[in-house]
T-cell receptor
Framework: GQNIDQPTEMTATEGAIVQINCTYQTSGFNGLFWYQQHAGEAPTFLSYNVLDGLEEKGRFSSFLSRSKGYSYLLLKELQMKDSASYLCAVGSTDSWGKLQFGAGTQVVVTP | DGGITQSPKYLFRKEGQNVTLSCEQN?????MYWYRQDPGQGLRLIYYSQIVNDFQKGDIAEGYSVSREKKESFPLTVTSAQKNPTAFYLC?????????????FGNGTRLTVT
């Protein structure tokens, strides 16, 4: 099975940086996804990591360490519209197509 | 524009009634999925389908049924056997049933059963 842990909530100020950590335990690791979900809306894809290291996409970056079972999503230059839930999801070759999702981290951006 | 359409957005039913949630995609994706989302919990997989006329149970399939007669459509029926059906239901699709590719989600259906 898979175990995915991420903090429940984080608060940060507009313009600041926030780092959302995700730890996982899985066999047959096959990639890690980050999704953003605004309240009552569909999750939208942010990033995918399958190899160790940092992937940068504008204000958002995602890091993976497979040996540590650890990933983080870094949000820079926070904007009010970044207030949302951020979902970490892990894929495994043991369970095709069955991504295991964490409970999500609610990020609250304050003025 | 390509995307996934779920309907209706809100649905209310009485206990003991079956209800079917619609999911249609025009992305030409092979794989489709149904997830359930409850407060404080991660998305949980109900059913998934890699190709037309084939589908598999996810982690919480009891009390649900699906069909995949067309590539574009993957309706979910919540039966009266589902003990706690009130939830937010999300349909998703991905390009291929092989390997890992990003999920594209519909806007969800919020089902309330009283």
């Amino acid at each position: 099975g898979q175990n995915i842990d991420q903090p429940t909530e984080m608060t940060a100020t507009e313009g600041a940086i926030v780092q959302i950590n995700c730890t996982y335990q899985t066999s047959g690791f096959n990639g890690l996804f980050w999704y953003q979900q605004h309240a009552g809306e569909a999750p939208t894809f942010l990033s995918y990591n399958v190899l160790d290291g940092l992937e940068e996409k504008g204000r958002f970056s995602s890091f993976l360490s497979r040996s540590k079972g650890y990933s983080y999503l870094l949000l820079k230059e926070l904007q009010m519209k970044d207030s949302a839930s951020y979902l970490c999801a892990v894929g495994s070759t043991d369970s095709w197509g069955k991504l295991q999702f964490g409970a999500g981290t609610q990020v609250v951006v304050t003025p | 524009d390509g995307g996934i359409t779920q309907s209706p957005k809100y649905l209310f039913r009485k206990e003991g009634q079956n209800v079917t949630l619609s999911c249609e995609q025009n992305l030409n994706h092979d794989a489709m999925y149904w997830y359930r989302q409850d407060p404080g919990q991660g998305l949980r997989l109900i059913y998934y389908s890699q190709i037309v006329n084939d589908f598999q149970k996810g982690d919480i399939a009891e009390g649900y049924s699906v069909s995949r007669e067309k590539k574009e459509s993957f309706p979910l029926t919540v039966t009266s056997a589902q003990k706690n059906p009130t939830a937010f239901y999300l349909c998703a699709s991905s390009i291929s049933g092989q390997g890992i590719s990003p999920l594209h989600f519909g806007n969800g259906t919020r089902l309330t059963v009283t």
